[in-house]
C-alpha cells in the first residue's frame, strides 16, 4: 500500500516563507517523479511543480517560478516544497502526487498516489 504525508503547512502572513514536506512509503520511490498541486476553496486542483525521478529535472507553473522549489531526498522518500514570498492567492490545500513515470509531468492523470493535503493560508 502506497502512502504519501504531506506536512508543513500553516498559516503565514504574505512575503513569509514555508516548507511543505511530503513522506512516501510502499513503492520504490526514486524511480517514479513526484508533483505538487493544489486546491483553493471553489477552485479545481491545479498543478504547481513537479520532479522527475532523480532530481536533475524540474517544471513549475507559472505563479509560482522564482518562488518555489521543489526538491527531493531519495534516501529519505521525501519530497520537499520551499515556498517564499507567500501572497494570499497561495492560500489553499496542498497535495503531494506520486507519479506513474520517471518524468515530470504537470497533469493530475500522470499521478497514481495523493496525500491527504496540508492547508496553507496566507494573510495580507
Given amino acids: 500500500q502506497v502512502q504519501l504525508v ?40 491545479e498543478f504547481v511543480a ?10 513549475y507553473t507559472g505563479s509560482v517560478k522564482g518562488r518555489f522549489t521543489i526538491s527531493r531526498d531519495n534516501n529519505k522518500n521525501t519530497v520537499y516544497l520551499q515556498m517564499n514570498s507567500l501572497k494570499p492567492e497561495d492560500t ?21 498516489y495523493w496525500g491527504q493535503g496540508t492547508q496553507v493560508t496566507v494573510s495580507s
Fill in 50 to 59: 513537479a520532479i522527475n525521478w532523480s532530481g536533475g529535472s524540474t517544471i
Fill in 92 to 112: 489553499a490545500v496542498y497535495y503531494c502526487g506520486g507519479g506513474l513515470y520517471q518524468s515530470a509531468s504537470r497533469y493530475s492523470h500522470d499521478y497514481m
Fill in 6 to 45: 504531506e506536512s508543513g503547512g500553516g498559516l503565514v502572513q504574505a512575503g513569509g516563507s514555508l516548507r511543505l514536506s511530503c513522506a512516501a512509503s510502499g513503492r520504490t520511490f526514486s524511480s517514479y517523479a513526484m508533483g505538487w498541486f493544489r486546491q483553493a476553496s471553489e477552485k479545481e486542483r
